[in-house]
């Protein structure tokens, strides 16, 4: 399947995504419900990527274009709180 | 070597951690110095032998050597893990406070060090310490970032506004050393500079006795006072907010659940932003203290609740 | 020597350099090579003023007492000297003059990718310039060129915003001259030119290319945040509202330690065509080289909390960090060995180029083996912030990337000017240069251990001798370099006309006329907006790296600001974009299939759906107002957890408000694409701008859906 028809099926998705995360932050599913929310946020992304964007029809360059940001990102984040998230860890002020 | 020259090119070595600092240092000139003098001798040589002339016009053209290519990323890789092993063995010793260091406060501020000893002494732009004794400096800013430097004892040490942070050092010979703020901090940021005095211990005592007024737990405890801390921080039927009484290092629990060791930065948070961190069975009726209270009054203030007891002294 | 200077004509009858002759001509070319005079020219100014600066700041610490400026001019000076030398001369350096020059020559291209976007570049240099001088004659800035807070932010009194500015702006020009080399790189090779075929020199391109576009805009978010922060006296990185200052240091070496690779690998580039043509060898380990300068940008990426050891950074991180940082010199090294086996069994020849590449050599290894000190954590302590810090790096910076640039200047100056240098002058001048540059900063190594920390107008009577001994290597090392200045100057019109290729080098660039006639351009506009777009996740990553940390130290607050919002505006606002990326999709199928009425009636929709999220969004920012929401405008909330909600909610009007312009400038594109269709300009054949538009508007509805859970759902679940 491709074209308009396709583009129809995918927004469904979309907005059926957003229903579904909207609900799902209501309920209380304690440490889970970020890393949920932030799942049905990267599942809609990749199908807006894949198929609005045409990702799945291209390859290569464009592929590792896409996916750098993303990485470059989690770099970013994930050192920098390597630092954040162990502070006080050692009983030395500061360290 | 030194001596030889009319002027310093290394600085004196007085503190526990400078011997080892230097150690890393000849370590690291020696395996440096070696790399240089290899790749040096080799230029020179390949430079100087097959220089273009007569009869070597044309070069051999290799393209390259995989035993080579994984050797010299191989053996410099083993050299830099065993490199980074004793630098970070020095670094946790340079950061790690034996349990008995003396305890005392700096505070930078634009431009000067404001140091307070616990029985009292205050004292701007000079520190003074006993020889052969560890002394932790807890340090804070009150404006812009400082560093706490002090060269002869290899040791520094950011002093970050609405942080704690922590240097240590144990000084081995006596004498005058240069102190610095080593974080560009604004305008007379090189006039921020001053001395660590190291004196024997008897000198040591005597100069802390001289002079001495208030400490910093009493300042404390008047400041508790007159801000109505104790009207609601009491042990009796009537308290509304947690005993600190033995609060200092103790594990706390937290409305959110979470579980937090009540340390300076802990105790400061508390005073600022009392809504952050709810101590279970309690409300957020604590109103915030900012503004009204300065960095050293906080100071004072932990100080005070030390002095009521920490976890490791009250715990039997 | 009184001979009479010999004018001779011009080596080729029609070449880039006299095809045209007037301003015009110059001011708007499309050509590459032209393109990289422009810069060559600003970046000359740029080198001699910032040196300017540099000579102030040594002629100052000739003695121990300030003297000669006063203390708020010489934090000026050193604050000047930085920023021009950092961002207006050594990152556009090797890539935009020679990089502009010989990269489209070297792959066989006509031009670059988009010769437009690249004239752009320099104009946009130009501007950022313009605001750096604004900045000097309104009285200068004094925060050092780190912007370190709270100092930049609050207690500064100089003019920080233009400078800031100027930054932020210079910063644009650098990723788009990397955007238009990877594409260029990717999409304009010559047939049969593959990737294990291009020359070294052209990998260092590429290499830093994916640098300049992936860590530049965390530094224009940084430096907005503290713009922002400081117009607005409230930010994230304000201590006395719950922010940390550490958080800045992170964001800011994130960008500024890969930016070190930025300055020094193009510089390997160079050096690794000079070895192999003055060697006359083909580079020994080539395929090393070639992706030891990729290894080093990816790795380099990783190592920036190196320059946090002591700066209030956890032990564990600290930990992380060095290990990497030795990684790091791994492929560093790997090239200096493969230099030096290029040498073995070759015929080398020692022409001025080549004295600039082995001095390059020492000077860098140097500076690299002096990083090993400073990555050792126990040692960094001391020598963190001290003279030894900035001996090294400006043996990696000057030693390294200024001989470097010298070398390449001198290499390709033939195929630029058309003319020969005065070879004796040229050896004569970088031996000069070598001997300076060690005077000057040898002794700043000893200094540094003595304990001299920088930036430090005054200093204690022992620094003294040391100090004097540098300052007499600068004013050396000052000569040095105008040497080249006058004497390839002279050699423009008196120098002998140079032959296609003097040296015998193999490269393909020699293989046309000296200089080279006038090119075309072509396009690859896909593959660079998607690059445009990783630039763009970065940017709004810094902002989501603020977020990420604040949400983790204070998660009530993040949950009660949350609540605040409106979860049926946000739900009805991603339904509203959602919606508008269908149409845009539609928009493209129509203009492939030619089906012109589904076309305009899909980017009508669009627009329309675009405005309507706005409308939504303004909607919501003027309630949050009346409730006294808005931080550093109208904040009332007066919770106990108020430092928390404020930090809410600066990142939520920071998100938003930046999300909010990226969509405006979204609908102002498709106006254009509507106009253009409605005026028939699109075939299935050619529909490209509909295609790179819709990426556009696509990538600004993806940044929404991260937007919605990271504000608005928030914390829902609780009571």
Partial sequence: ?95 | MSRLLPFPIFPPQASTLAPRTDHLLFYLLAMSGLMSVLIAALIFYFSVRYRRRPGNERATQVDGSNRLEIGWSVVPLVVFLFTYVWGANVFFFAYTPPPDALELYGVGKQWMWKFQHLSGQREINELHVPVARPVKVLLTSQDVIHSFYVPAFRVKQDALPGRYTEAWFEATVPGTYHLFCAEYCGTLHSGMIGSVVVMEPAAFEQWLAGGATTSPAERGLQLFQSLACNTCHRADALARAPDLAGLFGRQVHLKSGAVLRADEAYLRRSILDPATDIVQGYEAIMPTFKGLVTEEGILDLIEYIKSLGTAAKAEP | MTAAPIVVAPPTPENYLTVDYGVRSWLLTKDHKRIGLLYLMSITGAFFLGGFFALMLRLELLTPEGDLLRAETYNKFFTMHGIVMVFFFLIPSIPAVLGNFLLPLMIGARDVAFPRLNLASWYIYMLGAAFLSYTMVSGGVDTGWTFYTPFSTIYSTTNVLSAALGIFIVGFSSILTGLNFIVTIHKMRAPGLTWFRLPLFVWSLYATSIIQVLATPVLAITITLVALERTLRIGIFDPALGGDPVLFQHMFWFYSHPAVYIMILPGMGVVSELITTFAHKRTFGYTYIALSSVAIAVLGFLVWGHHLFVAGESMYASMVFSLLSYLVAVPSGVKVFNWTATLHKGSVEFRTPMVYALGFIGLFTMGGLTGLFLAALGLDIHVHDTYFVVAHFHYIMVGGMVMAYLGGIHYWWPKISGRMYPENWGRVSAVIIFLGFNLTFFPQFVLGYLGMPRRYWSYPDEFQVLNVLSTAGASILGAGYLLPMSYLLWSLRYGAPAPANPWGATGLEWQVPSPPSAGQQKLAAELGMWIFLATEVMFFGGMILGYTMYRYLYPVAFAHGSQRLSVVIGGINTGVLLLSSFTVALSVHAARTGARRLLLAALGVTIVLGVVFLGFKAHEWRHHYHEGLVPGIHFTYAGPDAAGVGMFFWLYFALTGVHALHLTIGIGVMAVIATLAWRGRFTPAYHNPVEIAGLYWHFVDVVWIFLLPLLYLVGRHAP
């Fill in chain 1, 1 to 95: 399947m491709s074209g308009p028809r396709l583009y129809l099926l995918v927004l469904v998705a979309l907005l059926g995504l957003t229903g579904l995360t909207i609900y799902v932050s209501y309920l209380d599913i304690g440490p889970f419900s970020a890393p949920v929310a932030f799942t049905i946020a990267a599942t809609k992304a990749l199908l807006v990527m894949l198929v609005f964007m045409h990702l799945k029809e291209s390859h290569g360059v464009l592929w590792l274009a896409a996916l750098a940001g993303f990485f470059w990102l989690g770099i970013l984040v994930v050192l920098t709180m390597s630092d954040v998230a162990t502070r006080g860890v050692l009983p030395i002020p500061g360290k």
